[in-house]
């Protein structure tokens, strides 16, 4: 993760690998809290089982451990997306935010648009 807005509230990482579950509340596949300790880059490692996986992350700048949102639903948050997907007027799709996992893989996502 690049571009972080803080370098001390906490991010969390939603890993998705069922399509129809992208972004559905209490839905994902795994869940990753990591604290940037005054870095605004993270190196995170993680094993993720091979196929089709799609992340979401946020940063808690308030750390009431909520994803806080405005009257339409759309985060004040910090948030990002696996392959830096930056939709307008909608939610991404899982399609527009997978990468296939097939062995070792990096993937850089910043939370800068």
Do not use: H
Request: glycine share 4%; proline share 7%; with cysteine.
């Amino acid at each position: 993760m690049t571009d972080l807005p803080s370098t001390k509230a906490t991010l969390k990482l939603y890993f998705y690998n069922v399509k129809e579950n992208f972004l559905k509340r209490g839905n994902y596949t795994m869940l990753k809290y990591v604290k940037p300790a005054g870095s605004k880059q993270i190196t995170l490692p993680i094993d993720l089982p091979n196929g089709e996986w799609a992340v979401a992350l946020t940063q808690d700048m308030n750390e009431n451990d909520l994803v806080d949102r405005n009257f339409l639903g759309i985060p004040t948050e910090p948030y990002a997306f696996s392959n830096n997907v930056w939709p307008t007027m909608r939610a991404p799709e899982f399609d527009e935010c997978k990468f296939k996992v097939n062995g070792a893989k990096v993937v850089t996502i910043s939370m800068k648009k």
